[in-house]
């Protein structure tokens, strides 16, 4: 059978949503692999990377059961909510691609000024560093008594960048991914099962 027909649109619309249902089990994964292992103490960075991974996955789970099943209205769901997830995506791709220093400044500031004790001493412990722009002498690792330590703000600016242009490249990469899952599902909504009845027009 030709690639564009029934069986080809379902095959491509599951295919596509066990990728992303992988990728939301990684997701959960490494939350728990960095909280097991001590890498990430915060609670709120955890909850909020398996937070994401849970919803990627009822999304995935949606999507692949009303392919396998040709459920219309769980295809429409899957639709909107693929939908909107890439307009917001895209955006934030733009956003993290276009963003200069000193707006990475400001936002890794505002992002340090909101965290919790856990998490400021789990960057400063991996990046041996002491406060932010200006030593804050009473919240330095143990490391910073023996080793002399530069402010975290100047460390983290130097990677932002870099992280940046990766997430926006991923963002955008996967923002595609996902106007492809609303184009197959569309599609695959109005094909016909040439398995039921050929009157019937589903």
Excluded at 92 to 121: P, V
Excluded at 158 to 177: M, W, Y
């Amino acid at each position: 059978m030709v690639c564009g027909g029934f069986s080809c649109s379902k095959n491509a619309l599951c295919a596509l949503n066990v990728v992303y249902l992988l990728v939301s089990l990684l997701l959960i994964g490494i939350a728990g692999w960095g909280k097991g292992y001590g890498i990430v103490s915060s609670i709120s960075v955890i909850g909020g990377i398996i937070g994401v991974g849970v919803f990627l996955f009822f999304i995935a789970l949606v999507g692949f059961i009303g392919a396998a099943k040709h459920h219309q209205v769980l295809l429409f769901f899957y639709m909107v909510v693929l939908f909107l997830l890439f307009i917001i995506q895209l955006c934030i791709s733009f956003y993290c691609l276009g963003m200069n220093k000193e707006s990475q400044e400001t936002m890794l500031h505002y992002a340090w000024e909101r965290m919790d004790n856990d998490t400021k001493a789990d960057v400063q412990n991996n990046l041996k560093c002491c406060g932010f722009f200006q030593k804050e002498t009473n919240d330095c690792p143990k490391v910073c008594s023996t080793h002399q330590c530069s402010d975290c703000g100047n460390q983290m600016l130097q990677h932002a960048a870099e992280v940046l242009h990766v997430c926006g490249g991923v963002g955008l990469f996967f923002s595609f991914t996902e106007i492809l899952g609303v184009w197959l599902a569309a599609r695959f909504r109005n094909q016909k099962d040439p398995r039921a009845n050929p009157s019937a027009f589903l």
